[in-house]
């Protein structure tokens, strides 16, 4: 990069810092953060409302829906209108596709990646592209939901905020947190959803310092989308039971149900977009191809098209046949996973809260055989559906157990739902190990498993780590001649190479000068003595990675080379410095959280 292009792109970032004074006022006092949090939550609010008003608009526009009328709860005789309208989404998306191919490398980071391994720095100009493209999907009914791009969007302005505020990491990646929180709070009237699903899957940990500015944002958020929107962001369940002792054993089988169908679903759209990179269709056609067969699902029922808000108002106030529940379920189920597999922008989060009712009330109608002394009301399996099958999708028990204290007031609802969540959860996690974001993760070949902050170990690497002043030899000295050239104290060990200078394996000198094999003379060629000749690290490892190799080898020290091709020696590194430079770094990042306490 030049000199002027560099000065020229530190002059456009300095117009993004705030003030000196405010940027020290956020660093130095929690009440700083507590307002930056605020300034968050009023523009998370603001997203989410915006975002909604012209996903709704484009529904009226494409669709002619009427005014407060939702997309999946339509009554329509234009089969064509719900056949191309998907289509057409498609190939939107597709061309979108194209450009970004051209013009991007790199894969999107989200709010999770970017607090786990970006230290809460996430693109405001990726954050815009995933809102867009979010609108876009959901406005032409592909079967997803909007809150992907809530929070994306919500993170990146966040994050924008923190990195102008100069922040601390750990600040950031509360701000971050504060992003999310406020998005999921206006989506679903729900703050206390909102801040635990930042505290569980956005920054990966509950700290005292993080509470207040995470509940503020919020409180916020919540407030001004109430202001803006009014009720349409309620989800209301209408008249419901009570709850007897007697449904805890179905409620907890009905956790275990919706973890497999969890798992099924997540499975499903990596099948999906596996089957999907293996075919011969160009990947810019491929969501116009997933919009022809959510759209011939729509000409089923249109319940399957967007996220599903109004479907799942329509199916809580009705009593549906059980045979009709259970086909919505498999199309809708279908369309969401075609829908991402195919690429289309968007979330399950809404999409899991319908499934989970559908599957929820399919269990009331079906359990009576089996539970006789339950109440099994239709309502409240639903709700307890809704937070079993959305926690095993999405993640974070807490989150979807007070989402269902907050759209229902009932607190016996809201422990029967813990139950449920914490046997899905349970399920999940020993049978599958991921949630659905995770698991794309894991696809991409990132080993995230949630949003604690790993970043810091990928940056801790070998490279960093190994020392360079290492002694070589070549292989064919004999041991008379190691012995000569590397006396006892000179080193430790020696690195040997082969005549194209590639790792042959070391030599510990110690060993070399101790004696000799029975019936061997000091003729004998230095390779009788080579140790760990397929045993070595690579600069881009990661420490966490050079310790798990140290303890697989037994090794004290394993030489570095550049990689698995030419094999040249570049460095030495020790497990006890490994070791020791890990602890350290562990140590203050707890250090970091537990003065945030």
């Known amino acids: 990069m030049s000199r002027k292009l560099a000065l020229r792109r530190l002059g456009v970032f300095s117009i993004f810092l705030a003030p000196s004074r405010l940027r020290a006022f956020a660093r130095s006092t929690e009440l700083g953060l507590v307002l930056a949090a605020a300034l968050i939550g009023l523009v998370s609010g603001g997203v989410v409302t915006a975002m909604s008003l012209i996903s709704q608009t484009m529904h009226q526009l494409i669709f002619g829906l009427d ?84 929070t994306q969007l919500a993170s990146g302005l966040a994050s924008k905020i923190g990195l102008s505020l100069k922040l601390r990491r750990s600040d950031l990646r509360i701000l971050v947190g504060c992003g999310a929180a406020g998005a999921i709070a206006a989506a679903f009237n729900a703050p206390l959803t909102g801040a635990f699903y930042a505290f569980e899957l956005i920054i990966g940990s509950y700290t005292i310092l993080g509470l207040t500015p995470v509940v503020v944002s919020a409180l916020v958020a919540n407030l001004v989308a109430r202001m803006l929107a009014g009720n349409n962001f309620v989800i209301d369940i209408g008249h419901f039971g009570s709850v007897v002792p007697a449904d805890y054993v179905p409620a907890l089988l009905l956790g275990i149900f919706c973890a497999l169908a969890g798992i099924l679903l997540m499975k499903g759209v990596a ?55 259970l086909g919505l379920l498999l199309l809708k189920s279908v369309a969401s996973a075609i829908s991402i597999g195919s690429g289309f922008r968007g979330g399950l989060f809404f999409g899991s809260l319908f499934m989970g009712a559908l599957l929820g009330k399919l269990f009331a109608y079906s359990a009576p055989y089996v539970f006789a002394h339950a109440t099994l009301t239709p309502v409240i399996y639903a709700v307890v559906g809704m937070s079993a099958l959305a926690v095993s999708v999405i993640g974070g028990p807490l989150t979807m157990t007070f989402l269902a204290l907050e759209i229902t007031g009932d607190f016996p609802i ?137 303890d697989k080898t037994e090794s004290e020290a394993l030489a570095v080379v550049n990689d698995l091709v030419e094999r040249r020696v570049v460095g030495l590194l020790t497990e006890s410095h490994t070791l020791r430079r890990y602890s350290e770094e562990l140590d203050r990042q707890r250090r970091d959280v537990s003065g945030e306490i």
């Open 414 to 550: 809201t422990v029967l739902v813990l139950a449920a969540v914490i046997a899905a959860s349970l399920t999940v996690r020993n049978t599958f190990g991921y949630s659905f974001a995770t698991w794309r993760f894991h696809l991409r070949g990132e080993s995230i498993r949630s949003a604690h902050d790993v970043g810091w170990i990928r940056n801790l690497t070998v490279s960093k780590l190994m020392r360079t002043d290492v002694r070589t030899a070549p292989m064919h000295l004999s041991i008379r001649d190691f012995r000569r050239e590397f006396p006892l104290g000179s080193t430790q060990r020696v690195i040997i190479v082969d005549d194209n200078n590639k790792y042959a394996g070391m030599v510990l000198v110690p060993e070399a000068h101790a004696g000799l094999t029975e019936g061997a003379d000091e003729g004998q060629p230095i390779t009788d003595l080579i140790k760990y000749r397929n045993d070595f690290l690579q600069p881009q490892m990661n420490a966490k990675q050079a310790a798990a190799i140290f």
């Open 271 to 325: 099948f999906v977009e596996q089957m999907a990179r293996k075919s011969f269709i160009p990947s810019a056609l491929r969501p116009m191809l997933g919009g022809a067969v959510v759209g011939l699902m729509a000409l089923v029922t249109p319940q399957v098209l967007s996220g599903g808000h109004g479907a799942l108002h329509l199916n809580l106030d009705t009593t549906t046949a059980i045979g009709a529940l």
């Open 67 to 150: 005014e407060g009328e939702r997309l999946s709860s339509i009554i329509t005789n234009n089969h064509v209108l719900l056949l191309v309208a998907p289509i057409t989404g498609g190939a939107i998306m597709g061309l979108i596709l194209l450009v970004l191919m051209r013009y991007r490398k790199r894969p999107m980071v989200d709010p999770i990646e970017a607090n786990a391994l970006h230290g809460g720095r996430l693109s405001l100009n990726d954050s815009l592209i995933v809102a867009a493209q979010n609108l876009i999907s959901n406005g032409f009914g592909a079967s997803v939901g909007l809150e992907a791009g809530y």
